[in-house]
């Protein structure tokens, strides 16, 4: 149907392998291959970070929540520009979820001002999103999380490798949640990792994601343990092998796909220079690294977007829009006014999301944006 999708995946027969080798080795729950991953993932992040491997980034945020012990009557500060998930894992522990505003039409991620403007005596946790792989200014947000004695969790579905101040996003937050879903940078279907710096709640994540056991499958399998015990009540947000070995090979394959999404932004960049048509974060945050997840661009006001959608689906080409605004959902209808964060609002309204994927060819590129060039006139 697409003459340029939106999103391929970066996947050859090494990822084909991988999976066949589990296969052919007979064990597909947690085992070598997942902790080879968390491992391997654990020295990319660098520092002292922990990671544990989760069945995807929904199940990471959730348990982020769960293991800094966020319940009901707490707040947990979200973006308003970003997926429905970070609302919804806030709702699903009782708490209640404020809506943080962007910076600016060229700076869609929040900042420290519009999170402190929303921080109350029921401020619990502030979740960050570093929106299309660019980071947040987490040196004053960690900042002001420390000021006002509130957890920071980093929502990095869409910045593995990302970086600001030469410290990887996922390094921040006392907790870190990445996705691993088919269109991310790091695709693995369904999957996602929980990193933290801290001890105890590396344990208690690894009890969250495993039935409060105190031992895996393997053990006994290996012969290491006989029994277990059940530390604290938890579920089953285990990832299997098949992923992990792939992951291991997506990780691999991580910096080259960036690179390459950053060659194409630029291009996207020159070819709509001077048009009607904008991309944020023109201007980058100093000493920072875009992981380059997605190709946002902000469309004249007067523009009606849907018929641009089908202008290009006329032509073949899939886009998307990243996000539709929380209020515009029947299960937060009257929840949220966007009065509140009118950034966000007029950005909901007017944003497109363009192909991008690291076997985009530059021809391509200048098809989408001549494509959408014309849709305009």
Not at 178 to 201: P, R, W
Request: aromatic share 8%.
């Amino acid at each position: 149907m697409w003459n340029i999708q939106l999103f391929k995946l970066n996947f050859d027969d090494l990822e084909r392998e991988a999976a066949a080798q589990v296969v052919e080795g007979g064990w597909l729950t947690m085992g070598e291959r997942i902790l080879g991953f968390e491992s391997t993932f654990s020295d990319y992040l660098g520092g002292d970070t922990k990671c544990v491997a989760v069945s995807n980034g929904t199940a990471a945020l959730h348990m982020a929540l769960l293991a800094l012990d966020v319940e009901a009557e707490d707040e947990v500060i979200i973006p308003a520009l970003t997926f429905v998930a970070d609302a919804n894992v806030v709702q699903m522990v009782g708490a209640k979820p404020v809506l943080a505003d962007c910076r600016s039409l060229s700076d869609w991620n929040v900042s420290a001002e519009s999170i402190k403007k929303c921080i109350t005596s029921r401020t619990k946790a502030v979740i960050v999103v570093h929106y299309a792989g660019f980071p947040c200014d987490m040196p004053a947000i960690a900042e002001l999380c420390r000021e006002y004695g509130i957890h920071l969790i980093e929502d990095v579905a869409h910045a593995p490798g990302a970086s600001v101040g030469g410290r990887n996003c996922g390094t921040w937050g006392d907790i870190s949640c990445f996705s691993f879903f088919s269109n991310k940078n790091l695709s693995i279907g369904e999957g996602g990792m929980v990193a933290t710096q801290d001890e105890g709640l590396h344990q208690r994540l690894g009890y969250l994601r495993s039935h409060g056991m105190t031992t895996l499958t393997l053990d006994r399998h290996k012969g290491r343990a006989i029994t277990y015990d059940v530390a604290e009540p938890g579920l089953n947000y285990r990832m299997d092998e098949i992923r992990a070995a792939i992951g291991l090979v997506q990780l691999d394959k991580l910096p080259a796909g960036n690179a390459r999404r950053a060659k194409l932004t630029a291009r996207y960049r020159a070819n709509l220079v001077n048009s009607p048509v904008t991309i944020p974060f023109d201007v980058m945050l100093p000493d920072s690294v875009s992981a380059y997840h997605i190709l946002p661009v902000l469309l004249p006001e007067e523009v009606d977007r849907v018929k641009v959608i089908e202008a290009l689906k006329q032509k073949g080409i899939q886009s998307s829009i990243h996000y539709p605004p929380f209020w515009s959902f029947s299960a937060y209808e009257g929840y949220f006014d966007p009065a509140d964060t009118p950034v966000a609002a007029e950005i909901c309204a007017r944003e497109l999301t363009l192909p991008l994927f690291p076997s985009l060819t530059i021809d391509e590129v200048d098809s989408v944006t001549s494509a959408l060039l014309e849709a305009l006139v």
